[in-house]
Structure formats: structure tokens, C-alpha cells
């Protein structure tokens, strides 16, 4: 379009031009348009789903902290089969997973609850809540008196922040067993691998029983 001579022909020139590019210009100006609009309101869509299962979740912790009556005991249930169902692409769903299976174990179904610990390893990348997990199918297992399988669950952990309590529940299950002697060496070790200023009662209640048997 340069070096055009009148402006009929520059005009002239436009409309040619405009024929052969116009209609996909408008189109990818169109599309750019509504892509911009279609990521803000994906964008408002993640923030208000996100915001819904935050607020399921506090509920359900509320109703969590006295599971001693039924009506808790429901709302738990209730909330965390929503959270698994219409949020499992959220962190919450995972939380659901285990507090769901706190309630099981207090309806002493110990099958449910371990199901329900291994979808929240299964529903998490985070090591921190797969340990968790893990430690609590251990604690089910010797409710269920499977104590070599407890072992077996233990020994999944890998993580020290984990290292007391894991080798705590490894001198309960070993006690259980009747190794009195291995039982009192995991106390020991779990003393040690607690902090200076950490305090665990129970635990040296264990060490001195045995120590005094």
C-alpha cells in the first residue's frame, strides 16, 4: 500500500486488502477477545471451587474436634465423601481421606479405615501426609492384630521427622509380640531420636515398665 498516488487509490487499495485478510482478522481478534474472557472466568471458576471445598473443610474439622457424638460423627462422613466426590483435584480431598478414617476406626471398621488411608497416599504427592498415612494404617494393623504386617507398614517410612513415633509404635507392636528386650531397645531409640526439649510421657512410662520388669 505505499507509494499510492490519490487517496481513491489508497482506499481502493484497503478494500482489496481487506477482502483477502479481513475476515481472519476479525476472527483472531475475536478469538484472542474471548480468550482472554474465557481464562478469567476459568480463573473465577478455580478460585470459587477452591474456595467451596476450603470451606467444606473447615466444617468438617469443626465437627472433627469432638467425634464423641454421632451427630459429628455424620457431619465428618457427610462432608468428606463430598470432598473426595466433587473436590479430588484439591488438597482437601486427601484430608478427608483421613479424618474419614478416624471415624472408621472408632466404628472399629478396620478394613474401611485402612482403604481409606491408602486413597489418601494414593491422592497425594506430599511425603509429609504419605508418612502420616502410612503410621496410622500401622496403628490400625496392631488394632487388628496384625503385627507383622504393622512392621512390614512401618518400615515404609522413610522420612526422620517421623523417626520417634514410628519407632514407638515398633516397640508397642514388639511387646505385643512378647520381645520384651527388642521392645525396650525401639523405646530407647525412639527417646533418643526426639528433640532435646520434646516430652513424651507415655513413652518413658513404657521405657521405666520395662526396665523395671
Given at each position: 500500500?505505499?507509494?499510492?498516488?490519490?487517496?481513491?487509490?489508497?482506499?481502493?487499495?484497503?478494500?482489496?486488502?481487506?477482502?483477502?485478510?479481513?475476515?481472519?482478522?476479525?476472527?483472531?481478534?475475536?478469538?484472542?477477545?474471548?480468550?482472554?474472557?474465557?481464562?478469567?472466568?476459568?480463573?473465577?471458576?478455580?478460585?470459587?471451587?477452591?474456595?467451596?471445598?476450603?470451606?467444606?473443610?473447615?466444617?468438617?474439622?469443626?465437627?472433627?474436634?469432638?467425634?464423641?457424638?454421632?451427630?459429628?460423627?455424620?457431619?465428618?462422613?457427610?462432608?468428606?465423601?463430598?470432598?473426595?466426590?466433587?473436590?479430588?483435584?484439591?488438597?482437601?480431598?486427601?484430608?478427608?481421606?483421613?479424618?474419614?478414617?478416624?471415624?472408621?476406626?472408632?466404628?472399629?471398621?478396620?478394613?474401611?479405615?485402612?482403604?481409606?488411608?491408602?486413597?489418601?497416599?494414593?491422592?497425594?504427592?506430599?511425603?509429609?501426609?504419605?508418612?502420616?498415612?502410612?503410621?496410622?494404617?500401622?496403628?490400625?494393623?496392631?488394632?487388628?492384630?496384625?503385627?507383622?504386617?504393622?512392621?512390614?507398614?512401618?518400615?515404609?517410612?522413610?522420612?526422620?521427622?517421623?523417626?520417634?513415633?514410628?519407632?514407638?509404635?515398633?516397640?508397642?507392636?514388639?511387646?505385643?509380640?512378647?520381645k520384651e528386650k527388642e521392645a525396650r531397645d525401639a523405646y530407647q531409640a525412639?527417646?533418643?531420636?526426639?528433640?532435646?526439649?520434646?516430652?513424651?510421657?507415655?513413652?518413658?512410662?513404657k521405657l521405666e515398665d520395662l526396665v523395671e520388669s
Open positions: 500500500m505505499t507509494e499510492l498516488k490519490t487517496e481513491e487509490e489508497q482506499i481502493e487499495a484497503f478494500k482489496t486488502w481487506w477482502k483477502k485478510n479481513g475476515t481472519s482478522l476479525v476472527l483472531a481478534v475475536s478469538l484472542g477477545v474471548a480468550g482472554y474472557f474465557g481464562f478469567q472466568a476459568w480463573q473465577q471458576n478455580q478460585e470459587n471451587h477452591l474456595a467451596e471445598a476450603s470451606s467444606l473443610f473447615e466444617s468438617m474439622s469443626q465437627a472433627a474436634t469432638d467425634l464423641s457424638q454421632d451427630e459429628n460423627l455424620k457431619t465428618v462422613s457427610f462432608i468428606a465423601d463430598q470432598l473426595v466426590n466433587d473436590f479430588d483435584d484439591t488438597g482437601y480431598a486427601t484430608f478427608a481421606h483421613l479424618l474419614q478414617a478416624k471415624v472408621d476406626v472408632i466404628g472399629e471398621d478396620y478394613d474401611a479405615a485402612i482403604a481409606r488411608l491408602n486413597e489418601a497416599k494414593e491422592s497425594t504427592d506430599d511425603v509429609t501426609l504419605k508418612a502420616i498415612s502410612d503410621l496410622r494404617i500401622s496403628k490400625v494393623l496392631v488394632h487388628q492384630g496384625e503385627l507383622d504386617k504393622a512392621l512390614t507398614q512401618l518400615a515404609n517410612i522413610s522420612l526422620t521427622e517421623f523417626d520417634s513415633l514410628k519407632l514407638e509404635l515398633k516397640g508397642d507392636v514388639l511387646l505385643a509380640q512378647g525412639a527417646r533418643t531420636a526426639m528433640s532435646s526439649q520434646a516430652q513424651n510421657p507415655l513413652l518413658d512410662i
